[in-house]
């Protein structure tokens, strides 16, 4: 038995032959050149475009919005003149035939986005592969036909395209293994809104061989080639287990959790960005209680800008409607500080500039942000949340620029919403003084790991003090209990998005203490609908 190790991209477990993937196209056969190479080509790109739109219907309906989307940009991309017109530009300048063309000029591309810094673009690069071959199946008369039977296998290969995908008989996929992409990548999208276990090895597949039994451990990462029978037993019962959880969570009824004093609980899901969505739709949230924007800033090599932040958040909002997405502005700094804001080197960052307190010196880029987020929310009812809060002064300040933010959209006759306004309540300084910031605020959410840090003096990021930071330490749940009393005092709702959230230990505790919102991880939502199941008539 062989054990190859790589990155989870979509979690499951999977067993069965492997079968590789031979849509690399980078090999192309001369054919006779004829006058109308020409039409031959700009038909290749019309058809393509007939193609990748097909494919976006099919991913629309078996894989999601934000799946059908990756099909919708390959065929914006294929219609786009001006790469036609340099494809064509090359078949005439280089005298060859139109497969060498598509191959060189879209090799090229390719070459130059996987070059870029911005992870969001280098993705692009997998984009003109896609294409590419999509092209060249249809320029070889190959278009249609997958290469591949109805037989379930484990799909592997150096590169595994969205198309490869989309295009395998419905059911017969197993699992994918791959070489190319990261968590963020269309491909790794596209598996988990289809529910296909993948892992990508990024040192490649070498030892992977065509018809060899395998079993995918892609929850752990891992894939192991001609299993041994305790491994492949160990895995089908995990595999069991998996389906039994899902078919259990699936039993749960959607109707909504009132506790006896008549507080609807709403259960809500974290995200770092609409990658995250398809996760989060299926999960079944009521809403998304936190979307950690400050990911945008750490993956890439600039701030993102004002435009890119506005398209994310509405991406999110909308397909979150009518239900509400709580945005929380960038919590940089400690342990997510992105090379190009050149922060300054701190003994003790996490007593450092980080939250509320750096986007107040960073001015500029506040208002970017708080100015694509009011943009955001005249698409659906948002919340704007603010990290780190120690003092009224900073969410009195933080309320100045959303108001003067306000006045430029409206002389500039940009639309804008009115999101309602929150402070994170996760330092010592929040929780004593939450009876006066409560009248200041529409609601309060509780960041249970830093609160847990600053309470219990136990750096977060601190392998050695680990056992001191404990989520159920009194003084943790006391601060908790406290400020969630101020809040229901002040009439506003109160919510937890740290990890204590989905300790589904402390559910019934944090349902007495007043707590109306759990947001957590997609993939706690079900077992913490359970949760609440078991608790109905009993809070
Ligand atoms: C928290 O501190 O609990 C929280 C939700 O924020 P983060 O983990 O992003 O600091
Ligand atoms: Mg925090």
Redesign the pocket.
Known sequence: MLQITGNRIADGIAIGKIRITGSDKSVVKRVSFSGSEFERLKDAFVRAAERQEELARKAAYSAGEEVAQIFRAHAVMLQDELLLAEVLEALEDRNCTAEEAVRDVLDAQAARYAGMSDIFLRERAADFRDIRNCLLEILSGEAGNDGGSDESVLLAGEEITPSDLMRSTPGSLLGIITAKGGYESHIAILARGMGIPGIVCPRGIKGVSDGAMAALDATEGILYLDPDEETLAHLQAKQEALQQEAESAAEVPAEPFVTAEGRTIRICA?ISGPSDMTAVLRSGADGIG?F?T?MQYLGSTAAPDEEKQFESYRQVIQEMAPRPVIL?TF?VG?D?CPDYLNLPVEDNPALGLR?IRLSLTMRDLFKAQLRAILRASACGPVGLLL??VVSLREVEESKALIAECKEELKSEGKPYGDPKLGI?I?TPAAVLCAEELAPAVDFF?????????YICASD?QNTLTEPFADGHHPAVLKAIAMAAKAATDAGIPVG?????ASDLTLTEEFLRMGIEELSVNPGAVLPLRKKLEELRGKV
Request: net charge negative; aromatic share 4%.
């Open positions: 974290n936190l950690r400050e929380r919590d400690s997510k939250g990290p780190m994170m996760e959410s509780f960041g249970t790991n830093d609160l847990t840090q977060r937890i998005c740290g990890e204590l």
